[in-house]
């Protein structure tokens, strides 16, 4: 697995410290880190790449402190990891108030970074298990699979229909009927992958999904009405 690093931090030393520690940590490893370094919040809030998934953020920096950095960072991502790292213990009870999944206080021992990186790399597993990465326009995002309702073929791209909106990204939808047909996704035609976890009632050769009526194509019906009876026999509609 190939991880984005951001590392913020206003002492060049600290920052070549921590990128040769995450070098070390990955050597004999299978995962890999991308690192961008940055020397204060401030070029890291206005440079900052979607679809980070850690940054390591010194809380006393010029211009703007991390924990300020880390609010504004919440403003637009909810989801990556952020680890401080400062000399100052006691900002650690701030940390909940932004979701960090960590602190490391000056001066890192590499043993303690490898504990936090233990712990950090098995956050991402799990979120990982339950995410989906959409590429959309410009952007990346992040969602929830079970806040996706279902997914369609639109022209020359596909809609993701979830509960905070619908997002608009270019690919095939064979692609994510093979990738998300662990997690329940059937498809109702060629222009429909549906999760079944928010199909209400099928009647004749439609599928109500939260609320929105679905055409079952005449050649898919058998397969998405046995899909949906062993969804719902083995307790998926509780």
Do not use: W
Request: charged share 25%.
């Amino acid at each position: 697995m190939v991880y984005s690093v951001a590392i913020v931090e206003d002492d060049g030393n600290y920052a070549a410290l921590l990128t040769d520690y995450f070098m070390r940590y990955q050597s004999g490893r299978g995962d890999k880190f991308e690192i961008k370094t940055y020397g204060d919040g401030l070029d890291f809030l206005e440079n900052y790449q979607p679809g980070t998934d850690i940054v390591l953020l010194d809380i006393e920096m010029p211009h703007i402190s991390g924990m300020d950095a880390a609010r504004r960072l919440r403003e637009t991502d909810k989801l990556v990891s952020i680890i401080f790292v400062t000399n100052l213990a006691r900002f650690a009870v701030d940390g909940y108030e932004v979701d960090a999944c960590g602190f490391m206080v000056k001066p890192v021992s590499y043993p303690a970074f490898c504990l936090q990186m233990e712990r950090t790399l098995r956050r991402l597993t799990l979120r990982e298990e339950s995410e989906l990465v959409i590429k959309g326009k410009g952007l990346i995002y992040k969602v929830a699979l079970n806040s996706v309702y279902y997914i369609e073929v639109s022209g020359m791209e596909l809609k993701f229909h979830t509960s905070d909106g619908i997002i608009c990204a270019r690919g095939s939808l064979n692609k994510y009927e093979e990738l998300l047909a662990p997690h329940n996704f059937v498809s109702a035609n060629s222009c429909y992958l549906i999760n079944l976890r928010y199909v209400t009632s099928v009647k004749k050769d439609m599928a109500c999904v939260n609320g929105e009526e679905l055409k079952i194509s005449r050649g898919k019906k058998k397969l998405f009405i046995d899909a949906l009876t062993d969804y719902l026999g083995a307790g998926g509609g509780n």
